[in-house]
């Protein structure tokens, strides 16, 4: 009985720490409210200069919830860039649809870098400017090339979206990428592998095909893994992590009661 009360206590202890946060938050309603996929907003944002007048290489990542009831849980991410004096940006993701009956799911566009995603902002995760992101870009290009999982795609646990931006992470560690934990797919290690860099390039991470696992690295901080699902803490910044809701960073400026 013993054994059976410790079993039972560690499961209750998941669900509090883990599903509680995520319930509240799809009871919070988090995702778009458009009312159809084909009328959501898709248009530019303007969190991308244009190259008309930014002329410095650049390098983003966005970060937007996804379409309908998933928007509660998860985000989709995608990277964006520009060499110096281009005249367009060269978007890279990865979308589900696509990789159907043997698909290629890896897009590149160079449509609009920042676009609402089916009625949802995007929030920009990373970005580097100038003379270091075109150094880095070549090294992005074949992180891109390397990733193993283009024509493979599962929502949970990956891979996915997420699975490829953090692929890139892992690669160029300059990125210094920080995905939260609404970015389910980042903890599947591309290759299926146990063990590989933290999704920030610095650090390690185990994971157990994107199941379960945990985080140690100077950018991330702490995290532990289960079921997709992400409670960490991010000592650098002094941020929460917690399912659903993603980063709560509580003495920040956008934090603070007027």
Known sequence: MAAVRKVFLVILCAILLFGLPQMLSVAAGTSSEASSWSSARRDATGLSPSPETHKEAIIQIFGARTWGWRGNFAIHTW????RKDADNYDRYEVIGWRARNGGNALVHSRSAPDNHWFGNTPEVLAVVEGPEAEKLIDRIEASIESYPHKYEYR???GPNSNSFIAHIGREVPELELDLPPTAI???FISGSHLLGNAVSGRGMQFSLLGLGGFTLSPVEGVEVH???LT???DIDDFALKIPGFGRLEPFSEQNELP
Not at 79 to 82: L, N, P, R, V
């Open 79 to 82: 990277i964006s860039m520009k």
């Open 155 to 157: 929502v949970w646990p």
């Open 185 to 187: 797919g980042k903890d």
């Open 226 to 228: 289960l079921l997709g």
């Open 231 to 233: 409670l960490g803490l």
